[in-house]
């Protein structure tokens, strides 16, 4: 069995507030500036909490937008549809609890029959989840009320995948699935992954598009696969996976992969950010840098954060450096979003920031909740939504002028 690791020692950040850095042998965070100001009008349109949000669990959830409509899912069982312009809820559901507990570092925690981790993902009509018991749920996404449900093998810690007739899914035993999306009946799966000892706490989504499906590894690869029956049809290394110990071999790709045009990007820790040609997995190019997110590709650029929690800027056609900024370094910041002209991020504490995309200069910063945000911002239209770990939710709008 493999032994899972928070991604960059999240449950010893969390504890920032009482412990040592020096004797925890952890880099302190870059303290913030208590006397800055915005040079960018930020407005917060609205919050909500749905649930307890992720916990203790390590996952990074955050909500998703269809039709007006954000959807917000918690492991203690909540599942809700908000109106993405005022954060009213449409419609709630929780599961009953149940005689069953779970140790999530040292703490016990209780657990109802669905303990929503993977999603949520809209298609239509259709309202897509995963659980941490490993089943996975179609529901109505205008009433919330369940079609189907299958049960898999293990945990599933990422969104699914919908293409055409099929819901491709993947567990963190590294099993990858196709459902029925009528009736969940399973089509095919594939074993075909090579686990390593030890990995970081969560997986990279599938992507299911022109009848492949492609993903991130946990032993740092970037593979394809054929939509219709599993089969491999290539693979590509993000990570040599060198090192003396585990720790040192560690190359988990648990960041999504991203496809701009028919160019894939995946990140791995310990590894490289890489780019691939889709259809032929011909490698592009490739840079050192380790990630345990998801890299952002918007225009001409691919905005990311390294294991160091700095952010940096790349041109995506060669990889070259844009900007690095090192202000939020050791913050243990979530993946980035762009939101017109700013790469946006949360932090360990609950703060987001805005950096300009020019040249990566902090301009704003307004502060959710005292709870680490994990998930990568939401951007949709004028709005970026934000989740924490708590399960607090929060709208935020750029205005044009401060």
């Avoid at 020096?22 to 909500?48: G, M, R, Y």
């Avoid at 955050?62 to 549809?81: K, N, Q």
């Avoid at 991130?216 to 003396?244: H, M």
Wanted: net charge neutral.
């Amino acid at each position: 069995m493999k032994r899972l690791l928070p991604v960059v020692l999240m449950a010893a950040v969390v504890l920032a507030g009482c412990h040592s850095y020096k004797k925890e042998n952890i880099h302190p965070p870059t303290p913030l500036d208590k006397n800055f100001k915005s040079s960018i009008a930020i407005k917060q349109v609205w919050d909500a909490r749905i649930g307890k949000g992720a916990g203790l669990s390590g996952i990074r959830l955050r909500p998703t937008y269809a039709d007006g409509r954000l959807y917000v899912i918690s492991t203690d069982g909540h599942i809700a549809a908000l109106d993405a312009a005022t954060g009213k809820t449409l419609w709630e559901r929780s599961t009953r609890m149940r005689s069953r507990w779970l140790w999530l570092g040292r703490k016990a925690t209780r657990y109802p029959d669905a303990y929503y981790s993977a999603g949520p993902v809209v298609v239509g009509d259709q309202l897509l989840v995963g659980t941490l018991d490993g089943h996975v749920y179609s529901l109505d996404a205008k009433t919330g009320e369940e079609r189907w449900h299958a049960e898999l093998a293990g945990e599933v810690l990422s969104a699914p995948a919908v293409a055409g007739d099929q819901v491709i899914v993947r567990t963190e035993d590294g099993r990858v699935y196709s459902l029925n999306r009528n009736t969940g009946v399973r089509e095919w799966a594939n074993d075909d992954s090579n686990l390593p000892a030890l990995t970081l706490r969560g997986n990279s989504a599938v992507l299911a598009v022109n009848g492949v499906v492609f993903m991130a590894t946990d032993d740092g690869k970037l593979v394809s696969l054929r939509l219709d029956n599993g089969e491999k049809l290539w693979e590509q290394l993000l990570a040599s996976g060198e090192g003396r110990t585990d720790i040192e071999r560690l190359n988990d790709a648990d960041g999504d992969v991203v496809l701009d045009g028919t160019t894939l990007y995946a990140t791995a820790y310990h590894g490289n950010l890489t780019a691939v040609d889709g259809p032929s997995g011909r490698p592009l190019w490739s840079r050192p840098f380790s990630s345990a997110t998801t890299p952002y590709v918007s225009n001409n650029a691919i905005y990311a954060t390294n294991e160091d929690s700095e952010v940096w800027a790349f041109d995506k056609t060669g990889g070259t450096d844009m900007w690095r900024s090192s202000a939020l370094k050791y913050r243990w910041l979530s993946a980035p979003a762009v939101q017109g002209d700013y790469a946006v991020v949360g932090d360990f504490e609950g703060f987001v920031h805005w950096l300009k995309t020019s040249d990566g200069s902090v301009v704003g910063r307004e502060r959710l909740s005292k709870k680490a945000i994990r998930g990568e911002p939401l951007v949709e239209g004028d709005m970026v939504y934000v989740e924490d770990i708590a399960g607090h939710i929060g709208a935020y709008r750029l205005s044009a002028k401060p």
